[in-house]
C-alpha cells in the first residue's frame, strides 16, 4: 500500500521532474525480467537532489514508525536500497545491513554484508518493486539468517499482480511512497503525457493484470 495519497503525488511530481521516470509510449524499454514497457523508472537519480533525497529519508522513516513499530535494525536490498537503508538507518539510529542478490564467490561468501542476529527485527529498504524477485530474495535471506522482517518500505512500485501475489505468499507487508497509478495520473495533470499516452501505458498495466 503507499503510505499516504498526499505524499504519493509529492513523490511521483519529484520523480518527473527531475527525469527520474522516463515515459516512452511509443518506443518500450525491456526490463531485466523481458517486459517490454512504456515506464522505466532508476530512482537512484534522487540521490543526486539533497532536498528529494531529505525528503523521501523522512518519509521512509515515517513510514516505518508508523507500520512497523519496534524495528530494531534496517537493511537495504543491493543495490538500489543500500544508500538509501544507510540514510534511514542513520536518521532512526538504527544498525545498518544490506543483502546482495547472492553469495559472494570469494572471501567469506557472505549475502548479508554488515551485523544481523537472530530474531533481530529488521525493516527491509528498496528503491523500486518490479516484479518483487529480488526483493523477496532479501527477505528469505534475512530470514535463514535468523532475523524477524517486519516489512519492507521503497519509493515506486508498479504494481504488478506477480509481486502483489509475491509478497502476500511471503507474509511480508510492503510500504511504497509512490506508485504507478499515482504517477502516471501525476504524468497526465502535469503535462508530462497526452490522454492518449495514458491509454497505452493503462493497457500495459491492464495485460499484466489480465484485465
Known amino acids: 500500500m503507499i503510505y499516504s495519497p498526499e505524499v504519493a503525488l509529492q513523490t511521483a511530481e519529484q520523480l518527473l521532474k527531475i527525469k527520474a521516470v522516463k515515459l516512452s509510449p511509443k518506443e518500450p524499454f525491456t526490463w531485466a525480467s523481458g517486459i517490454k514497457s512504456p515506464i522505466y523508472c ?12 531529505t525528503f523521501i529519508r523522512m518519509n521512509f522513516c515515517r513510514a516505518i514508525q508508523t507500520y512497523f513499530e519496534g524495528a530494531e535494525a534496517i537493511s537495504g536490498v543491493a543495490t538500489g536500497g543500500i544508500a538509501q537503508g544507510a540514510l534511514v538507518a542513520q536518521e532512526l539510529g538504527l544498525p545498518f545491513s544490506y543483502v546482495r542478490s547472492g553469495k559472494k564467490d570469494h572471501g567469506l561468501a557472505n549475502q548479508i554484508e554488515g551485523e544481523v542476529h537472530p530474531e533481530q527485527r529488521i525493516v527491509v529498504i528498496e528503491d523500486l518493486i518490479s516484479t518483487g524477485g529480488s526483493s523477496l530474495g532479501a527477505v528469505n535471506a534475512l530470514r535463514e539468517a535468523g532475523c524477524t522482517v517486519l516489512g519492507m518500505v521503497a519509493i515506486f512500485t508498479y504494481n504488478l499482480p ?5 509478497f ?19 504524468a497526465l495533470a502535469d503535462g508530462y503525457i497526452c490522454a492518449d499516452d495514458l491509454t497505452v501505458l493503462q493497457e500495459f498495466k491492464d495485460r499484466l493484470t489480465g484485465k
Open 168 to 186: 502476500e505468499a511471503a507474509g511480508c507487508d510492503l510500504i511504497t511512497l509512490t506508485d504507478y497509478d499515482a504517477l502516471t495520473r501525476k
Open 162 to 166: 506477480v509481486a502483489i501475489r509475491g
Open 42 to 53: 532508476d530512482n537512484r537519480i534522487t540521490l543526486s537532489y539533497p532536498e528529494l533525497r
